[in-house]
């Protein structure tokens, strides 16, 4: 869902010219991305990203356009297009850590830590009898 502004729609960059491009197929390059893209306008830069340890793909990446209208063209075109039997995510790229995701890191909730109390029963004092619980 994109909300617009102004009759534009929202983009979370400086400058607006950048976008997410996410459920690429593995065998997505740059030079193919770009291709699929410059009907938009005039790229910067194509950034599919990897992982680092393995060097795989990882699905996704960015493209930079140098304008932002030709950027808003691509999203409201490629939201959802067909790209080698995958359905492409296309949304404006936001900042690391302004997303959906928080942080921009994988990592579970932290969980409260739980501090543990013993319920000991207080002793009757001197003289007292304690109150029958039952147990006897």
Known sequence: YQR???GKLPCAMDGG????VGNLPFS????????L?????DIIGV?????RATGRPKGF???????????EDAVRSMHGFEYEDRELTVNFATERGTGPMGDGKKTATPKKHVKWTSWAVPEPADGE??????WD
């Open 4 to 6: 617009r502004v102004r």
């Open 17 to 20: 010219n950048k976008i997410f």
């Open 28 to 35: 997505a390059t740059n030079t193919a991305m770009e291709k």
């Open 37 to 41: 893209f410059k009907r938009f306008g």
């Open 47 to 51: 950034n599919l990203r990897t992982d």
């Open 61 to 71: 990446g960015f493209v930079t356009f140098s304008t932002m209208e030709a950027a």
């Open 129 to 134: 009898e304690g109150e029958d619980d039952g």
